[in-house]
């Protein structure tokens, strides 16, 4: 039978973590990377029969890529921990990796939740998504070095979509989206400020607008009422505030000030996943 690993990337997930682990028993091998967890997060994923690779990874490309290292299934199934999977998805996954003819890596749908409330339209920008590239032989998917959303490379055939879907609870509430955009402009800022990539208000108003449109209309965020406006609009903030954020972080550097270190709480590991491919 083919062997199935199961990586999920982790920060002081102790109330979600035993919902998500007890649902993985149809993975051959689960491996928990706890990136400077304070709490019971390393003896929960114990307890559930996890290999445990505990560390210091601020950047994320390298923390998945510490998760991969642990890994010895033929295909690697990437969870976060405030997502679950039903046992039509696990159905679903052990036959599409047990057949003859399996493509190299599949895109998962994705059921995004804020608080009780399923939104399936608006998605994109950086700020969500409804789709990611989450099952992959291993070998196949790699991340380059950044602190959030990291673009993603993926090698071989593409199998397509998988029919059923991971549920993510991606925010509370209203106030649990703006502090992820502060945390994913915070994280993205350092980025743009390391590689000196900081572009002009025009441009970064060009691409607000241009996101939050694609996010409304293109993706029919209208559909999803006060939410999809919401989500649109914080995707067309995003790369405004990311890049306001880094001219102000390369400012206090030209003048010696040192820039703040990033508060744990704004590491990016409650996140919906943006792909590039």
Known sequence: MTKLSVL??????EQRLPSCLA???FCDEII???????????????????TVVSGIFPIEGPRKHAGLARCTGDWILELD????????????????????????WYQTPIDNYIGDQLVRHGWGGSFGTSSAARLFRRGVKSW???????????????????????????????????????RYTALRA????????????????????????????????????????LISLMAGLYPILSNLRAREILRNRARGAATPPTPLAALPLRRAEAVSQ
Do not use: W
């Open 8 to 13: 999920l990337c982790v920060h002081n997930e």
């Open 23 to 25: 649902a993985l028993s």
């Open 32 to 50: 928990v990377v706890a990136d400077r967890c304070s709490d019971g997060t390393e003896a929960i994923a114990r307890q559930y029969g996890a």
């Open 81 to 104: 921990a405030d997502e679950g999977v039903s046992l039509a998805f696990a159905k679903e996954v052990r036959e599409t990796i047990e057949r003859s003819d399996a493509a190299d």
């Open 144 to 182: 380059k070095s950044e602190r959030v959303h990291p673009g993603a490379k993926l090698e071989g055939a593409y199998g397509g979509r998988l029919k059923q879907s991971l549920r993510h609870m991606v925010d509370e509430d209203i106030g649990d989206m703006f502090a992820r955009l502060s």
């Open 190 to 229: 350092l980025d743009l400020a390391d590689r000196g990539k900081v572009k002009s208000i025009v441009d970064d108003a060009f691409r607000g607008v241009r996101r939050f449109f694609k996010c409304y209309v293109s993706r029919k965020g209208y559909r999803e009422g006060d939410l999809g406006f």
